[in-house]
């Protein structure tokens, strides 16, 4: 199980999952919400198999903006059991 989250977006956000190929992964809506000051945050968990050097992606960015914003969170499953290793961040505005 993986699970991906942030917050602080306005406009509402996309996100979605990636296989290690950069590839989009079938997953769920990812869950959102709002805040009373109209801020947006939003959530995903996804069920992954287990295989020899899974990489996964979580990308969280505007849907349409003249001015991009991007975050991007780096998964890699390192055991058996469901425990994952944070891998890398990148945030471009």
């Not at 950069?22 to 805040?35: C, K, L, R, W």
Request: charged content about 20%; proline content about 8%.
């Amino acid at each position: 199980m993986l699970d991906c989250s942030s917050a602080g977006w306005y406009p509402e956000p996309e996100l979605f999952w990636l296989d290690g190929e950069g590839n989009i992964m079938s997953a769920g809506p990812p869950e959102t919400t709002t805040d009373p000051d109209g801020v947006y945050s939003v959530s995903s968990r996804g069920m992954v198999e287990k295989r020899h050097n899974n990489h996964f992606t979580c990308r969280v960015q505007k849907r349409t903006s003249t001015r991009p914003e991007r975050r991007t969170f780096m998964f890699q499953m390192i055991s058996s059991w469901p425990s994952l290793t944070v891998l890398f961040l990148s945030v471009s505005t």
